[in-house]
């Protein structure tokens, strides 16, 4: 089982791009000009804390993984 969960919310994206430019292992662009993560599910956090502390509009959060995450 994964060690962490990101819960990202798109409607809040606003595209600026920056959890890519920090965290380019688990983060892109799609084709709609929203932010997308790469895994939900990680086995380490990495960059993807930084990732969610240098979002603007806080639509990454990264929390630990419960035995009833199914995200």
Known sequence: MARFIIKFD??????CGTCAAVCPEN?????DNKAKPKKIELEKLGCNK????S????AIRVEPAT???TE
């Open 10 to 15: 798109k409607e809040k994206c606003i595209g």
């Open 27 to 31: 983060w892109e662009i799609g084709d």
């Open 50 to 53: 930084t990732a969610e502390e």
């Open 55 to 58: 979002c603007p509009v806080q």
């Open 67 to 69: 035995e009833n995450s």
